[in-house]
């Protein structure tokens, strides 16, 4: 009880309401502070500054415009389509993983991260759609973007440990509520951070346990107060 508390006060602390946000704070010491942006858009925040950015989207795609002062150290790509891939936002030439550049194990700033392919038809290769696994600060997350289906004993052994999973509910995955919790049974996240509109999200959540709430876009998480089982749903 006293570890999960502890990360409760983490969250309250950290997820804080609207208002400007500045990017260019780091985290505490040994904590990852993660701003959620709008869409699949997510910015990651090590204590020493470092910065990874996921799916910015472009403007129009559904989600609020992204500032235009963002610079990430890394950017991570999922899918190569206008709400996953705009860099109208970024100010600077971040190292890039994406495509074919982005599969497999490869190093950036000091941090491994792996991109796992996985296809909407997998015997043509078509629709590819990378699923990243890194580390900061301790704390191990997996990025789904908009994995077509269930993963492969060969591509869960390839993700390794997850403490923190990002995954995609309504519209555009194509996953069904079924192959959703399979996922995260193969994966056994402690947190899982679900993705989509806000109706979609609220659907998924509908009956289950273990959910809190934030009461705005950012959340500071330390690996050694990460609970489990928890759903965790940010607000704007």
């Known amino acids: 009880m006293r570890r999960v508390a502890g990360f409760f006060l983490c969250l309250l602390l950290a997820?804080?309401?609207?208002?400007?946000?500045?990017?260019t704070q780091p985290a505490a010491a040994r904590q990852v502070r993660v701003d959620w942006l709008g869409n699949q858009t997510f910015l990651f925040s090590s204590s020493i500054g470092l910065k990874v950015l996921v799916n910015p989207h472009a403007d129009g795609t559904g989600g609020p415009n992204l500032p235009r002062k963002l610079a990430p150290d890394v950017l991570l790509v999922t899918t190569e389509k206008p709400a996953f891939n705009s860099e109208d936002s970024i100010t600077n030439t971040p190292t890039a993983f994406r495509g074919a550049i982005g599969t497999g194990l490869n190093n950036a700033s000091g941090i491994r991260f792996r991109g796992v392919p996985t296809y909407a038809d997998p015997a043509r290769k078509e629709d590819m759609n990378l699923v990243f696994s890194w580390a900061m600060e301790g704390v191990r997350f997996c990025f789904a973007g908009n994995i077509p289906g269930p993963l492969t004993s060969e591509e869960i052994g390839q993700l390794g440990q997850v403490d923190?999973?990002?995954?995609?509910?309504?519209q555009p995955s194509s996953l069904t509520d079924e192959e959703r919790v399979l996922i995260i049974n193969q994966l056994h996240p402690k947190v899982v951070v679900p993705m989509g509109s806000f109706g979609a999200i609220e659907s998924w959540l509908a009956g289950r346990s273990g959910v809190y709430r934030l009461t705005g876009p950012s959340v500071l998480l330390n690996a050694a107060n990460l609970p489990g089982p928890t759903i965790l749903v940010f607000a704007p």
């Open 15 to 23: 997820g804080c309401g609207g208002g400007s946000r500045d990017y």
């Open 164 to 170: 923190v999973l990002f995954l995609p509910v309504g």
